[in-house]
């Protein structure tokens, strides 16, 4: 499979509206009086009993909505959430999700439950959604995970023990609301390790393979590949990390440098919500489990790695970030370009305070064969990587990392 997009094809799929500015939360009681009378908020503890959270409740019952809250979104969004959600919140015209990527998946996997009924693992897998759910709002307060326009709904079974996906068109949310506002209160941590993500997001979205996919194809699977819309969106993103992602991490009071991320973070959403991500996201799942790394410093670790491994399949597209990223010297080369790309993205990511070495993650040699193994049965993800994601090349990835190799592969 080639790197070309035969078909020239664009092809997003995205919330009807998004509303992006600082403020712009203050228009949410006018858009959800569009859906009816009873809103359904979800969030979580901490939101909960912050002022702006009270405000966005307040607006809601002044246009005239009656309003239920639950208010126990965990993190890594557990099953029971979903089906506490679908238990206690009665009939509802529109639900709003506010706070991180969990809030805002309960949101849209409870759409999916409480329009149609039965357990959240009905619709686990691809476009498993009978029809059309109750409408979703999406407010974001971390600006990483890309969540708030994408048709993703991540859940883990706590039985099985497994992460389990709803992905479905119909979840999709019907309006985001974006106010780089609300992530000023976003903890330092929390807002470094969530950019690391949204950055791999770009960057793992714009070298995806351009699937060239069908009609057919197109209907049924929610990660179709790379294409100029998509691309559109990297390039955007990553010219607002490159510009603003140092700043966001030294000065979080920076509401400038904050919205340029969240915009950023946007973007990616917009960008992964067509494509997926590819090896970085398929490695560092089986690596979770092991040195409990926040999702974003375990994706910006492994992908330093993973550009290596990517590198001579997907040369022109890293020179092509080298132009987003105003790293490409005039008159070099396409492979010194690329090699520039990635030693910029390695900056931005050590800004972050992401650990480029694996060891910080607690991962050494004897974890090699179980992640590899685990890794390359993420097969959506393993089909976009440029380079083939074989064991093998999962453990030189690993090998490399635990080295702290950042020796461009010969
Ligand atoms: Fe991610």
Partial sequence: MGMENALGLGLVRQPKTVLFGPGQRRQLGRYAKGFGTRALVVTDARMATT????????????????????DRAEPDLPRRNVMDVASMAGAVDVIIGVGGGSCMDLAKASSAVLAHGGDVRDYFGEFAVPGPCIPVITIPTTGGTGAEVTSLAIVFDEETGMKMAVADAHIEPAIAIIDPELTLTCPKGLTAATAADALSHLVEAYTA?????????????????????TDMFCENGLKLMNRS????????SDLEARADVMFAAYCAGMAINTTGTAAAHAIQSPMAAIGHTPHGFGVGAL??????????????????????LD?????????????????????????????????????????FDRIAGSAIKASRLVLNNPAPLTEEAVRKVLARGVAGDRSFWE
Avoid at 209 to 229: F, H, L, M, S, W
Avoid at 315 to 324: D, K, L, R, S, V
């Fill in 303 to 324: 992908l330093p790695y993973v550009m290596r491994l990517n590198l001579p399949y997907a040369t022109a597209e890293f020179a092509g970030i080298a132009q987003a």
């Fill in 51 to 70: 002022p702006e959270f009270e405000a966005l409740a307040k607006d809601l019952r002044d246009s005239g909505l009656a309003v239920t809250v639950f």
């Fill in 245 to 252: 992602l140092e700043r966001v991490v030294a000065t979080p």
């Fill in 327 to 367: 790293v490409a010297a005039p008159g070099s080369s396409q492979e010194e370009q690329a090699r520039a790309a990635i030693i910029r993205i390695e900056a931005l990511l050590e800004a972050t305070g992401t650990p480029l070495e694996l060891t910080a993650l607690g991962i050494d040699e004897s974890h």
């Fill in 209 to 229: 393979r351009p699937k060239n996919p069908t009609p057919e194809q197109i209907a049924t699977q929610i990660y179709v590949g790379k294409n100029r819309i």
